[in-house]
């Protein structure tokens, strides 16, 4: 059976492996863990010069990036709206998360939020690369938890054949909605 430990790295392009290194450390004070850089692609034997960067994310998370200059310039997915695909970070708690904000700020990053999500806050700011970063706590109760745990499969099932939002869990943003 697979037993899965944690996530070991999760791996984004960026178009300046620099200028991405500068940019988490000197914005999310991220250690720069590893640079790795080859001619070939060791998975498929390609010829294909890569700078692959990892990052340290706090408690054994690693965020990895690759510049890869002879392909095309990197752009997003035009299909999908800029704020699905993210990268999310966890800060401790609200204090952290307001105290980011300023900081990210005065780092001259332009920061949206904080937006309240009924069991998470976060705050919204986009990398030198375009990838849109969440930083965001936890606020919810445990029981808030175990209650959207419960409800997920019926929701899963819901969606499957409406396409239409089930409202098992509508209670997350109801008060957002009403001002």
Request: glycine share 4%.
């Given at each position: 059976?697979?037993?899965?430990?944690?996530i070991?790295?999760?791996?984004y392009?960026?178009?300046?492996?620099k200028?991405?290194?500068a940019?988490?450390?000197d914005?999310?004070?991220?250690?720069f863990?590893?640079?790795?850089?080859?001619?070939?692609?060791?998975?498929?034997n390609?010829a294909?010069?890569?700078?692959?960067?990892?990052?340290?994310a706090?408690a054994?998370?690693?965020?990895?990036?690759?510049?890869?200059?002879?392909?095309?310039?990197m752009?997003?997915d035009?299909?999908?709206?800029e704020?699905v695909q993210?990268?999310a970070f966890?800060v401790?708690d609200?204090?952290?998360?307001?105290?980011?904000?300023?900081?990210?700020i005065?780092?001259g990053?332009?920061?949206?939020?904080?937006?309240?999500?009924?069991i998470?806050?976060?705050?919204?700011?986009?990398?030198?690369?375009?990838?849109?970063?969440e930083?965001t706590?936890?606020?919810?109760?445990s029981?808030?938890?175990a209650?959207?745990?419960r409800v997920?499969?019926a929701?899963?099932?819901?969606?499957?054949?409406?396409?239409?939002?089930?409202?098992?869990?509508?209670w997350?943003?109801e008060?957002?909605?009403?001002?």
């Amino acid at each position: 059976m697979i037993d899965i430990k944690q996530i070991h790295h999760v791996a984004y392009r960026c178009n300046d492996a620099k200028e991405t290194v500068a940019f988490y450390k000197d914005k999310l004070n991220m250690d720069f863990l590893v640079a790795i850089a080859e001619d070939k692609v060791p998975s498929t034997n390609e010829a294909d010069p890569y700078m692959h960067l990892f990052l340290d994310a706090g408690a054994g998370n690693i965020l990895a990036f690759f510049e890869l200059p002879n392909s095309p310039k990197m752009d997003r997915d035009h299909n999908t709206p800029e704020w699905v695909q993210h990268i999310a970070f966890r800060v401790e708690d609200e204090t952290a998360l307001m105290s980011a904000k300023e900081e990210l700020i005065a780092k001259g990053v332009d920061v949206l939020g904080p937006t309240c999500h009924g069991i998470i806050k976060s705050i919204y700011f986009f990398d030198p690369n375009g990838h849109r970063l969440e930083l965001t706590c936890v606020t919810g109760t445990s029981e808030q938890m175990a209650e959207l745990k419960r409800v997920a499969p019926a929701m899963i099932e819901e969606w499957s054949v409406t396409k239409k939002a089930p409202k098992h869990a509508a209670w997350l943003h109801e008060k957002e909605f009403s001002k």
